[in-house]
């Protein structure tokens, strides 16, 4: 039986597509488990350390290829803490000779066999796709480096997006358990070193006990004791709200643990835990149907990379079912969203708070946009389905960069839109940078063709919610 890159991919690009990562990661391009290493960690410390120029490079020209990656804060209009602006504009470049209503005028098949599909619509590859793991912003690493003394730098790459197009830090903190206090994080990132301060008196016991455990470093893939980690000293690990800054996100991503080969495995981006009290599906691909069905695979998912072999070698965390798993989903089931004034109890702008342009996007959203179709206003903007958006109507399937082999996405699960210019890049994979772009691309992707003043009020309306 032929394997699935001998089919996808000549010989030529599978050899070049690896090159980067011959040395340090004699990883076959089609196998099922990770081997183990066959050199000393000093040795592909230094081979990965010599790479990382090449690697950092390789990658920032694909994002300045792909998008305007430029500071352009909107005016007036922050993140729900204060501290940071939200970007405004697209971001995503348009093919020479384009427009998007020209674009927006062909057909599918049309925009594949010219080849005119932005390529920042295209998935987005991870750092290193044939090494993967997890990859922190600068900001969580120093944060983490100064309250804690744990590192969370990894020697062979470096978190690749800019800061200006990445979620505030740290993160406010809202609790449906008490409303009335706001933000309750107090400006601070919640760690194990203050956690109990923070938040004494304002949560019970078992929330506090699940929040101790949602902050103790447990081993991970490439943060732990072992020879084949990707940090210089040996690891304590990695925690839940290390990427889950303050119970939202960082931008933290690593690989979807429910695909191979590794080629062909998808980059994910964290996504919040606000309003996890409402989904009743979590994972991108894996739909694990609780909280705590989350909370107790994570360990074995997105920990070590749904391998558990490797879990059971580096010393994986099984938190205990009825005890340890009830406490931290009892935590991470309290974490609101943020406050929308805007917005009347059933999720619908509020006449006489709204502008005129917000309540023309509402219009476009629950109508034309089609995007109240998955994200529905009753349901946290949500409908706890998986859809399959079948963009590979827009590409050839199989093309490769970066070591990434694009191959269909197939169903991914509705995000909630609440709070949503909170939460940048956007996509299960980043590859979004602005709501101005995911505005764009579900233009294109549904056919709505969307007048430009159509498009702008959306914007306006998602700026609400």
């Not at 729900?80 to 384009?98: D, I, N, Y």
């Not at 020209?102 to 599909?117: A, C, F, M, Q, T």
Request: hydrophobic share 35%; net charge negative.
């Amino acid at each position: 039986m032929p394997r699935v890159l001998d089919i996808l991919l000549p010989t030529t690009v599978c050899v070049a597509a690896f090159s980067l990562a011959a040395f340090s990661d004699p990883l076959p391009p089609d196998t099922t488990y990770r081997p183990l290493p066959t050199l000393p960690l000093s040795q592909v410390r230094e081979n990965d350390e010599a790479q990382k120029p090449r690697v950092m490079e390789r990658q920032r020209s694909l994002l300045e290829q792909r998008y305007d990656l430029a500071n352009r804060p909107m005016p007036n209009t922050a993140m729900s803490g204060g501290r940071k602006a939200v970007q405004e504009g697209v971001r995503v470049k348009l093919p020479e000779g384009e427009t998007w209503d020209s674009l927006g005028s062909k057909s599918p098949e049309e925009i594949r066999d010219k080849g005119l599909l932005p390529a920042g619509f295209m998935p987005l590859p991870h750092v290193k796709q044939a090494t993967g793991g997890q990859v922190f912003p600068q900001e969580q690493i120093d944060e983490i480096g100064r309250q804690e003394a744990r590192d969370l730098r990894r020697f062979d790459v470096d978190f690749d997006l800019p800061a200006h197009l990445t979620p505030e830090f740290p993160p406010p903190i809202f609790l449906t358990t008490h409303p009335e206090l706001g933000d309750v994080s107090r400006g601070e990132l919640l760690t194990i070193k203050n956690f109990y301060e923070l938040m004494n008196g304002i949560i019970t016991p078992v929330q506090m006990e699940g929040l101790r455990l949602l902050l103790t470093p447990f081993p991970q893939e490439e943060f732990n004791q072992t020879e084949d980690r990707k940090v210089a000293q040996q690891s304590l690990g990695v925690t839940c709200l290390d990427c889950h800054s303050n119970f939202h996100t960082n931008a933290a991503f690593h690989q979807t643990p429910d695909v191979r080969p590794q080629a062909a495995r998808f980059r994910l981006d964290t996504t919040s835990l606000r309003g996890v009290f409402n989904q009743q599906i979590h994972g991108s691909k894996r739909s694990l149907r609780s909280i705590e069905d989350f909370t107790e695979f994570e360990q074995r998912t997105a920990y070590f990379n749904g391998d558990h072999v490797s879990a059971t070698r580096k010393g994986v965390h099984l938190p205990d079912r009825p005890n340890q798993v009830a406490m931290m989903a009892q935590m991470q089931n309290i974490i609101d969203f943020p406050p929308a004034p805007k917005l009347d109890p059933f999720g619908r702008l509020d006449p006489t708070k709204a502008s005129e342009q917000e309540l023309k996007g509402e219009q476009v959203f629950m109508g034309k946009g089609r995007c109240a179709e998955c994200h529905v206003p009753q349901l946290s903007f949500m409908d706890n389905n998986m859809h399959d958006l079948k963009l590979e109507r827009f590409y050839r399937v199989g093309q490769t960069v970066n070591d990434f082999v694009a191959l269909p996405d197939g169903p991914i699960k509705t995000f909630t839109l609440r709070g949503i210019k909170d939460s940048p890049p956007y996509l299960h994979d980043g590859r979004l940078m602005t709501l101005a772009d995911t505005v764009e691309f579900f233009n294109l992707v549904l056919g709505t063709k969307l007048s430009q003043d159509e498009k702008q009020a959306l914007v306006a309306y998602l700026l609400t919610l």
